[in-house]
């Protein structure tokens, strides 16, 4: 039988320094700590705080794992590598994790998050989602399961990613537009500005908000949280078994940070303890929008806007900042997961920032030339791809998460597609 | 034990009441910013500052107060970043046994020589804080360090419950530790959650929170009945300072 993960990978244990626990915000006398209870699968909370380096996957959570497309292959990119012009100069490979049933690697950990809801005696699990990829595949999940869904999708995605939401509601989601005027923090924010596009901190917010109005429902994390990342390296580990050789480089997008670390964690977490991978560098790469591993600032902030969440020692660009809406709305948020931050802090891994023409530009190259149209958060990545590979030296490895596919993501693509037709643009103008 | 809660008087009065059931106190220094701390234990910071009591000035009070069981000293690293060397002399002055800085390892890793050596200097031992997550590479350094105890804590703050396999934890711990002596704390507050953290390899356990519950709210004699049942409930074996 084809290779499946028995465990998830806890990189925490193999830091090399203590990451920095997350903290009560010291403005408030009520703990938000101890309201996790509340929000949380509470499995959730036990994976988040343990000291085991492998954590059990449960044989419940394998099973829908296969069902879902589980493994999912690891894929040469040789008609990218020629449209490069660096075909027999350098190779390239890329994960697929658009190859799951919900299209992304969100599906990772939405099952088993639903599942510990589930457990918990939960009946509707609520999360956010800005172009709707964990939304969905919350949605699905959660009908998979048998538990209803709720997403607050940030405003500005909710009006421009139609499909995914048609989707989300198809599989029986209610899906709320986020700012709302279901919840206190959303009618404020509407109150400030009443086209306000929405971020993913403020629809957490909300969110959590709406969990706390009911003990029958439960928030499912898309990112950031250790636990949900660790949910994340079954494709690390898979691609440890599937690559044929060493990468150089291995490169992923980031939002809150996890198809990165779920990604990279295994392969780092060999470097840390000395078992290998001692050239490869890793590579995040992020939105211009929304750059905090680049520009942002290493220090506590909230989780969430409203604060209704603890504070987490991470890059970020503050928990207000309101990113300027972007396709690749899955990397509009504010900060980074705590153990990212901190690799990033002590040098393991690299940042790069992109723009979004540029962006997508890349994305149409790769499209045109492996037939996949990637999500336009994950052609952050191949835009990062296709610069390192332009200098990388020969016989260079490069592996890259293609985090989702774009099928449903053609508002981004049509003015590009557009702009190509009529000539104005060209792909091949890098 | 926030040091001078309530007042300097009752404080002294409450220690010589739980003495037969303890073996040593930890005495934390009140502080403006109780990171680590949850809603209990926090009030009793604030209270503190509010009458004047913190910093190093707090420290010598303890110069006024008896104690007639051993202890140790916690304050937040971050508070005395700048007077280390002075706060271990004080506090070696007033008698304590060591200086356990929760934030040491998370905020400040690279200044763990500085202060194992500013300890021995005063002729401090050392003690060490990690939590439930936390690198094993660590746990191992720590223990290579021979300190006076290596204090896990369980939880995410002090005195807050959450469903953490808690037991789980401190074997790991255990295993990654050796025979250093490991002391256990953070939200235990009954007898039969003591004993079961003793019998999975915890060879003390602090219990902060639930005891200051019952001072905050003038209930002393609880206090003591609490540390009385934990004290009867465990079998404490070889304690560091060699005292039960
Ligand atoms: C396809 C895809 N890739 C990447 C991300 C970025 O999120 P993260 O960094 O948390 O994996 C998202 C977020 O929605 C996404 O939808």
């Known amino acids: 039988m084809t290779y499946l993960p028995s465990y998830w990978y806890n990189i925490v244990a193999d830091l090399p320094v203590p990451l920095p626990p997350l903290l009560d915000p010291p403005e408030y006398e009520s703990s938000r700590i101890a309201q996790l209870t509340k929000i949380l699968p509470s499995r959730i909370i036990d994976e988040e705080y343990t000291l085991n380096r492998l954590i059990r996957i449960p044989e419940e959570v394998r099973a829908v794992y296969r069902k879902i497309g589980r493994p999912t292959p690891l894929i040469r990119a040789e008609g990218f590598e020629k449209a490069l012009g660096v075909h027999r100069v350098v190779t390239i490979y890329y994960k697929y994790e658009g190859a799951l049933l919900a299209g992304s690697h969100k599906l990772n950990t939405a099952v088993p998050q639903v599942y510990y809801a589930k457990t918990d005696g939960a009946s509707e699990v609520v999360t956010e989602t800005g172009a709707g990829q964990w939304g969905l595949a919350v949605s699905m999940a959660a009908a998979m399961l048998g538990v209803k869904a709720a997403i607050f999708m940030t405003r500005s995605s909710y009006l421009s990613k139609v499909s995914r939401r048609i989707a989300m509601e198809a599989l029986g989601a209610k899906v709320i537009p986020s700012p709302s005027r279901r919840t206190k923090t959303g009618k404020n924010a509407l109150y400030r500005n009443a086209h306000h596009p929405g971020t993913l901190g403020l629809a957490i917010t909300e969110a959590v908000e709406y969990v706390l109005a009911s003990p029958y429902r439960r928030y499912v994390a898309g990112s950031v949280l250790e636990s949900v990342i660790t949910h994340q390296t079954v494709i690390g580990q898979e691609v440890l078994h599937q690559m044929p050789e060493e990468p150089d480089y291995m490169v992923a997008c980031v939002g809150g940070g996890s198809n990165m670390a779920g990604f990279t964690y295994p392969a780092i977490g060999m470097k840390l303890r000395g078992e290998g991978f001692e050239k490869t560098k890793f590579i995040a790469a992020e939105s211009a929008a929304a750059p905090r591993l680049s520009r942002g600032e290493y220090r506590y902030d909230g989780l969430d806007t409203g604060l209704v969440l603890p504070l987490a020692k991470m890059y970020t660009l503050g928990r207000e900042y309101v990113p300027p809406p972007i396709h690749a709305a899955g990397l509009r948020y504010h900060g980074a997961s705590s153990s990212l931050s901190l690799l990033r802090k002590l040098g393991y891994i690299k940042a790069v920032a992109y723009e979004q023409e540029e962006v997508l530009r890349a994305a149409i190259l790769f499209a045109r030339s492996e037939g996949i149209i990637p999500a336009p958060e994950s052609a952050h990545a191949i835009k990062a791809v296709i610069d390192i590979s332009h200098k990388a030296p020969k016989g260079s490895v490069i592996i890259f998460n293609l985090s989702g596919h774009g099928l449903l993501d053609t508002d981004a693509y049509e003015s590009i597609c557009n702009e190509l037709v009529t000539g104005e643009i060209s792909v091949f103008n890098d | ?244």
């Open chain 2, 1 to 244: 034990m926030t040091l001078g809660y309530p007042d300097v008087s009752k404080f002294s009065e409450i220690l010589e009441n739980l003495a037969p059931y303890v073996g040593f106190y930890e005495i934390g220094i009140p502080t403006r910013n109780p990171k680590y701390d949850g809603p209990t234990i926090r009030t009793t910071h604030y209270h503190m500052v509010r009458s004047g009591i913190t910093g190093l000035e707090a420290l010598k009070l303890l110069d006024k107060i008896e104690i007639i069981k051993p202890f140790t000293i916690m304050a937040y690293l971050s508070e005395f970043i700048a007077q280390l060397r002075l706060f271990l002399e004080e506090a070696a002055a007033v008698g304590a046994l060591c200086v356990l800085f929760p934030d040491l390892a998370f905020e400040y890793p690279e200044m763990i020589d500085k202060y194992i050596e500013e300890s021995e200097r005063v002729g401090l031992r050392t003690c060490f804080f990690a939590s439930s997550r936390f690198p094993h590479q660590w746990l191992r350094l720590y223990a290579a360090l021979n300190p006076l105890y290596i204090y896990l804590g369980l939880q995410p703050a002090t005195g807050i419950k959450l469903p953490i396999f808690v037991e789980k934890n401190v074997r790991i711990a255990r295993l990654l530790i050796g025979d250093r002596y490991l002391v256990v704390g953070f939200a235990i507050r009954t007898p039969e959650v003591a004993l079961s953290l003793i019998k999975n390899g915890a060879d003390a356990i602090v219990i902060g929170s639930a005891i200051i519950e019952r001072i905050i709210n003038n209930d002393v004699k609880g206090a003591v009945e609490l540390a009385h049942k934990i004290h009867a409930s465990i079998n404490i074996k070889n304690h560091p300072t060699g005292c039960r």
